[in-house]
């Protein structure tokens, strides 16, 4: 079977592409289809490498390269777990498809399609790959106009302003987050405490390092102490009453408290937590 290089590259940028966008669906990134492109571009350069005489031993870590820089071209600069999830996930899902494909080549005519070096090869024109795509294109946008995919667990862009301060956060829909204040009977929004260093009140920050349990509120005038019970135990959080949560997509206004907590939410993706009851469609 004779293999070009050039058809290599494209059909590898198709396929690439849609294993970072699986990537970035899985992992829940916020990543644009710029940067994916770009790691496909990465990912389907590195692909030539299969061209390259080697040992068999070879190829898998060929393939580990190949991911890494199609993830570092995507997805970088993250957290450096984060990176290194992202990195798995996308060589992980280079494995599954090309098991998929010496599945389907057992039935697929000779010369049809191969597996050069982990990367993919399918002996196509490219003016039919360029029709094929846009039928392709054209049949998931009819899919999505007749099928409207509800979303679940949506994350919002939520903008905290206080004391003449403001950030910007991404919150993830929770239902289990029923907590409110118990004064005012105001809902609660769970924070990680490190984006709100520069704006939360440093009291409230110095209260997450002692023991709420038994401490009181003296000198710590504004703030409150939120009962919390979940699967890893129960406890209290410090809050404060910020004087504006947005959230950016409608422009509405929420008035809440946010408690802060040391735990990570999330891999990087969220940081904080909120009742989807609060900013109804």
Same mark, same amino acid.
């Given at each position: ?176 987050? $029923? ?5 005012? @009977? #105001?809902?609660? /929004? ?6 709100? +260093? *520069? !704006?939360? =009140? ?12 038994? $401490? ?5 005038? @504004? #703030?409150?102490? /939120? ?6 135990? +129960? *406890? !209290?959080? =410090? ?20 408690? #802060? ?11 904080? !937590? ?8």
């Amino acid at each position: 079977m004779t293999v070009y290089a050039d058809v290599l590259v494209i059909v590898n940028l198709y396929v690439d592409f849609l294993l970072l966008h699986c990537v970035r669906g899985f992992l829940r990134l916020k990543t644009g289809n710029g940067r994916l492109i770009l790691g496909a571009l990465a990912g389907a350069v590195c692909a030539l490498v299969g061209l390259l005489p080697m040992p068999r031993w070879m190829g898998p870590l060929a393939g580990g390269l190949c991911a890494l820089a199609a993830a570092a071209a995507a997805f970088a600069p993250v957290r450096f777990r984060l990176f290194v999830r992202c990195w798995l996930c996308t060589w992980l899902f280079s494995f599954l498809l090309a098991g998929f494909l010496l599945f389907l080549m057992q039935f697929a005519p000779p010369g049809y399609m191969a597996v050069v070096g982990g990367a993919v090869y399918l002996s196509l024109s490219l003016p039919l790959l360029f029709v094929s795509t846009c039928l392709a294109y054209l049949g998931f946008w009819l899919f999505r106009r007749v099928f409207p995919r509800e979303s679940s667990a949506p994350l919002c862009r939520l903008r905290v302003e206080y004391q003449g301060k403001s950030t910007e956060l991404f919150a993830k829909a929770d239902t289990g987050n $029923a907590l409110r204040e118990p004064f005012s @009977g #105001l809902p609660v /929004i769970v924070c990680q405490a490190a984006p709100l +260093k *520069g !704006l939360a =009140p440093q009291a409230a920050l110095q209260m997450l390092g002692a023991d709420t349990s038994s $401490a009181g509120l003296d000198g710590y005038e @504004g #703030l409150r102490l /939120i009962p919390f019970e979940s699967v890893g135990g +129960k *406890g !209290l959080l =410090p809050a404060f009453k910020p004087e504006k949560v947005i959230q950016s997509k409608t422009g509405r206004q929420l008035e809440c408290w946010l408690a #802060l907590t040391q735990t990570p939410l999330s891999a990087g993706q969220f940081s904080a !937590l909120y009742n989807p009851d609060l900013f109804p469609e």
